[in-house]
């Protein structure tokens, strides 16, 4: 059969068995180590497995920084004079502060500005919020 100058490989040898671990004279299992035999490492007798169940644990973490985060932080939706957009914050009530607010402020005076540019180009200037 032509395979169209294609060399084939040759079948894998077959792989070395891995090394069995045989019990010793006491019952318990010995792996060979590069220990000498006056520090050999023994396995541990039969014991139960360990679970740690993560993701309970970062799941109640979480409720409790949400509900925390529910006491201090109130969302206010506002309309922006300048640019009569909807805009939403979450303030610190604590503070004051802003945590977070969409759209961010670049972006309110980016908008801002390319309505003024929109207004010009069109020959009929826009009155800022702050003016009337």
């Known amino acids: 059969m032509d395979i169209g100058g294609i060399k084939l490989a040759p079948a894998a040898a077959s792989l070395p068995a891995a090394n069995r671990v045989e019990p010793n004279a006491s019952g318990t299992r010995a792996v060979e180590t590069e ?66 607010q969409f759209p961010d402020e670049v972006r309110l005076k980016l908008r801002e500005y390319l309505n003024t540019m929109r207004d010009l180009d069109a020959g009929t200037p826009r009155r800022s919020a702050r003016e009337a």
Request: hydrophobic share 30%; net charge positive.
């Open 35 to 100: 220990l000498p035999r006056t520090e050999a490492v023994r396995a541990i007798g039969d014991s139960p497995a360990v679970r740690v169940d993560i993701q309970q644990d970062v799941a109640q973490q979480q409720r409790q920084r949400e509900e925390q985060l529910r006491t201090f932080i109130q969302n206010r939706n506002l309309v922006d004079p300048r640019t009569r957009e909807i805009v939403y914050r979450s303030v610190d009530t604590r503070t004051g502060d802003v945590v977070h």
